[in-house]
């Protein structure tokens, strides 16, 4: 199930999505060197990448610890303090940025529009470091480097849902060989999505991945989806007008 549009419309241009949009870009293909694949671990400079600016659990909470790549150096590399907001901005793979973008295009304008430019940036930014939080608090030693702006979108999704619960979204569902086009509440296509993330977080505490091969950081995604749940209200300031009505829904 993708998402594609909602009905929601805008009363001023999101400037601040995208220009999110344009640097999570930027740094993935000027300064990741990414390309048309998953990430490349035999890089050099990708695994550098990872090493240096991505944020590591175990370096954040043991301030002895630290991943030293061999051929690195330390040239262009971030401060351990740094990396939760250098690895917001970092992606291990086209597909992996081209999801998040999606999602953040359809759902923070009109997140960006209720809040305006300055407290929508500052909420963004908040909802990826409580998401790092949740997921370095529920395993603090793992020396797996954990990238992506899925944590701050998630918050994005999480005010989203609590603001404009009955918008309608156009979503592209597929089951098996057929596929559908439907417009979905808001509250369905989020909630569904919520809910597939908790489940997945649940099992992957029940049985942990490979310290070695890393996975999806799905207790980032609840943690950055319930931040953006609690706190929306304290940084939207403008009421939007109520969704047109609309033919009912399948």
Known sequence: MFPLKDDVPTDRLPVVTIALIAVNVVVYVFWQRGGLTLGDPSSQHYICQLVGNAAVPRELTDPGFEIVGEGCGSGGL???????FTA??????LLHLGGNMLFL??????????????????????????ALALQVALDPSST?????????????LGGYIVLFPRARVLTFVFIVF????????????????????????????????SASTGGVAYAAHVGGFVFGLVLVRAF???????????????
């Open 78 to 84: 971030a401060p351990t303090w740094l990396t939760p």
């Open 236 to 250: 939207a300031n403008r009421r939007k007008p109520a969704v047109r009505p609309q033919p009912s829904l399948y």
């Open 88 to 93: 917001m901005f970092m992606h291990g793979g």
């Open 178 to 209: 057929f596929f559908l086009f439907l417009q979905l509440r808001a509250v369905v296509v989020l909630g569904l999505w919520f809910v597939l993330q908790a489940v997945s977080a649940y099992f992957d505490l029940a049985q942990p991945t």
């Open 144 to 156: 797996v480097p954990t990238l992506g702006a899925s944590g701050a979108v998630a918050g994005v």
């Open 105 to 130: 295009w359809i759902f923070g304008s009109n997140v960006e529009d209720s809040m305006g430019r300055g407290r929508y940036l500052v909420f963004y930014l908040l909802a990826g470091v409580v």
